[in-house]
């Protein structure tokens, strides 16, 4: 593939490496577009810290750095400033306003916290709990229908344990928004790579059948992520099992 979209730094605080590693690591494995998408600061009220995004204060010395960088690699690889972006309704539109300060060139939704990190509940935690996939999917869903968001990072996110019947039935409306919509779902291939419960065949099988776009998202958080998929060990048997191909990954930004 071409282009890889879904790249964090240190800021996060779960992320290692500089910028520059990811970079060259890129250019070695054959990319032409490097996009950047940390995930975002939050305006979230003072007493309240995150421990897994950059502070608004970093901002500035983020956009900055990949500025430099942007310009010093541009005969060799396109780079692309954006984040991940946590959508959250009573804080999106002031976010938006701080973000569009500094270069931004793209945002792409991941859905986390369900309904925000605050006082709601991480989408990665299992559950049997049938309000919890409703409540996950309506929240993605609103996030979706804001327009500003490039792609949907890993939708399989919420790891709800019970019948297929019950997870499709409410799954499948992410699906359809994002057909109506025209935005990509992301296959991620941090989550094979860990083993983690996404990207899932009971998704993915459906979104296919159904004609949804895709996208593969490395979810970088070391430089050494920023591979082809092909170089992933069983990662093309995910994508035979639900007849999906491997494409350029290139993709239309939507404007922020
Ligand atoms: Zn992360
Ligand atoms: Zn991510």
Request: net charge negative; with cysteine.
């Amino acid at each position: 593939m071409l282009a890889n979209y879904h790249t964090h730094t240190a800021r996060c605080n779960h992320a290692q490496g500089t910028e520059r590693e990811y970079i060259e690591t890129a250019i070695k494995n054959g990319f032409k577009i490097l996009g950047f998408s940390d995930h975002c600061p939050q305006p979230y009220p003072e007493d309240y810290y995150s421990h897994i995004r950059m502070r608004m204060d970093e901002v500035e010395d983020y956009t900055n750095t990949l500025v430099k960088l942007r310009d010093e690699y541009k005969n060799d690889i396109h780079i692309l400033i954006g984040y991940e972006v946590e959508y959250t309704r009573e804080y999106f539109e002031d976010l938006i306003k701080y973000l569009r300060q500094y270069p931004l060139d793209y945002i792409i939704q991941g859905q986390h916290f369900v309904p925000n990190e605050i006082d709601g509940f991480y989408a990665g935690a299992q559950t049997t709990n049938e309000a919890d996939i409703k409540d996950y999917v309506d929240i993605t869903i609103e996030g979706m229908k804001t327009g500003r968001f490039s792609y949907l990072a890993h939708p399989d996110l919420l790891n709800y344990v019970g019948p297929d019947k019950v997870y499709q039935h409410h799954m499948k409306r992410i699906v359809e928004t994002a057909i109506d919509l025209d935005i990509p779902l992301e296959i991620n291939m941090q989550g094979f790579d860990l083993n983690r419960n996404y990207p899932s065949d009971r998704f993915f099988s459906m979104a296919s059948a159904m004609g949804a776009k895709f996208i593969i998202g490395c979810d970088a958080h070391a430089p050494e992520a920023i591979m082809q998929p092909e170089s992933v060990e069983g990662f093309s048997e995910f994508f035979n099992i639900n007849n999906i191909a491997f494409g350029d990954n290139l993709i239309n930004l939507k404007t922020i």
